[in-house]
Structures are given as structure tokens and as C-alpha cells.
């Protein structure tokens, strides 16, 4: 069975400080998928990432940026410079490889870090 | 903006009643997934509906049921509702073009059942 751990319910930061938000996953699947969404107060799921597990190229994209170590099963999540925008839940997930119909891609979520930036 | 609309926003409805949600997909989207996410909670997969036929289900009882229509907007039918079916549903489209897909979602409906 997949498994996805945030063990941060809540993080507050002011603005302009560095957060890391941390995943951790266990899955038996030798290829599989991992994502983060944020969720803002809206409710609206908001995709940010998709990474392969053969694949532990480190991402940067603007101010975020994502580690992900196979060895450690952690997919870890930072924002540099956060702001007040910022501020949201932050989801992790998992999804198997969609090996073809009958095989549903579902995506098995963390139960979400909520990140707080003040000014 | 993901292109993926649900409606209604927010339904009230007593325990025994029946709902359906609504979701539009976006455009080129062969694939919907549904989703409850309870309060403080992250999203529970109910299903996926792959071209008009179910894909796969989470633990959900059969009073949970799904349709998906040719133009690839779909429904969740939930019939004899329960107080722990308040919850926020939420829909995504994708298109499945072999190893992943990414989910796109929409804004979600938010149901309470009292």
C-alpha cells in the first residue's frame, strides 16, 4: 500500500524566510510518481510539481525549489524568500506508474502542511 | 485557472437525501477523478472514470456513483447520505497518455449534510 507523511501540520514564518516542507512516502513500486499542490484558501488544488522516481535531478523553479532522495523515500519541498501569498496548504503525493486501463492513477495524498507567512 | 469547473460551490442537504455534483474537464481531458477531502484532511480518491467506463475506486461504498459523458464532463451520485459525507468533493481531469497523467483540479463543492 501507498503512504505519504507530512509530518508538519503547521508552520508559521515571516516573510522573506526560508520554509521546507517535508514529504516522505513509502510505496513498493519501483516506478512511480510524486507531486505537490498547494491549496489556498479557495479550496482549488493547485498542481506545482510532478517528479519520476528514476529521476533525482533536483529542481529549482523560480523562489521553489524540490530534493528528492530515493534513498531517504523523501520528496522535500522549499520556497525561498516566502511571502504573505505564500501562505496555503501544501500538499504531497504519490501516484504508481498508469500501466494501462483498468489501472486507475489515483493519487494517494499526505494530510497536508498548512504554512502561515506573516509580515 | 486549470480549466476544470464544478458545480454547485456549496450544498446543504439532510442525512437520506441523494446528491449529484457536477464536473466539467478540461479540454482534451479523457480522464476524471473524484475526491473527498475531509476537513483538515488531504484528498481521498472515491474514483476514475477513463472514456465513459469506471477505472478504479478507492474504499468507497457502492452509494457512491459516477458517470462520465461523451464531452468528458461527469457526475458523483451519492444516495442515502451520512453526516460523515460533509466534506469538500473534488474533482480532476487529465489525459492519459501512458506512464503518468497529471491531475488537474477544480475549485471543488463543499457538501454538508446535517
Known amino acids: 500500500a501507498q503512504k505519504v507523511t507530512q509530518a508538519q501540520t503547521e508552520i508559521s514564518v515571516v516573510e522573506k524566510e526560508d520554509v521546507t516542507l517535508d514529504c516522505v512516502y513509502e510505496?513498493?513500486?519501483?516506478?512511480?510518481?510524486l507531486f505537490w499542490y498547494k491549496q489556498p484558501p479557495s479550496g482549488e488544488l493547485v498542481f506545482l510539481i510532478r517528479?519520476?522516481?528514476?529521476?533525482?535531478q533536483n529542481e529549482i523553479s523560480g523562489r521553489y525549489s524540490w530534493n528528492f532522495q530515493k534513498s531517504t523515500s523523501s520528496f522535500n519541498f522549499t520556497i525561498t524568500a516566502s511571502q504573505v501569498v505564500d501562505s496555503a496548504v501544501y500538499f504531497c503525493?504519490?501516484?504508481?506508474?498508469?500501466?494501462?486501463?483498468?489501472?486507475?492513477?489515483?493519487?494517494?495524498f499526505g494530510t497536508g502542511t498548512r504554512l502561515q507567512v506573516t509580515l | 485557472e486549470t480549466g476544470v469547473t464544478q458545480s454547485p460551490t456549496h450544498l446543504i442537504k439532510t442525512r437520506g437525501q441523494q446528491v449529484t455534483l457536477r464536473c466539467s474537464s478540461q479540454?482534451?481531458?479523457?480522464?476524471v477523478s473524484w475526491y473527498q477531502q475531509a476537513l483538515g484532511q488531504g484528498p481521498q480518491f472515491i474514483f476514475q472514470y477513463y472514456r465513459e467506463e469506471e477505472n478504479g475506486r478507492g474504499n468507497f461504498p457502492p452509494r457512491f456513483s459516477g458517470l462520465q459523458f461523451p464531452n468528458y464532463s461527469s457526475e458523483l451520485n451519492v444516495n442515502a447520505l451520512e453526516l460523515d459525507d460533509s466534506a469538500l468533493y473534488l474533482c480532476a481531469s487529465s489525459r492519459i497518455t501512458g506512464g503518468v497523467d497529471t491531475q488537474y483540479f477544480g475549485p471543488g463543492t463543499r457538501l454538508t449534510v446535517l
Open positions: 510505496t513498493r513500486d519501483t516506478t512511480y510518481y
Open positions: 479540454s482534451g481531458h479523457n480522464t
Open positions: 517528479r519520476n522516481s528514476f529521476d533525482e
Open positions: 503525493a504519490l501516484s504508481e506508474a498508469q500501466t494501462g486501463t483498468g489501472t486507475a492513477s489515483k493519487l494517494t
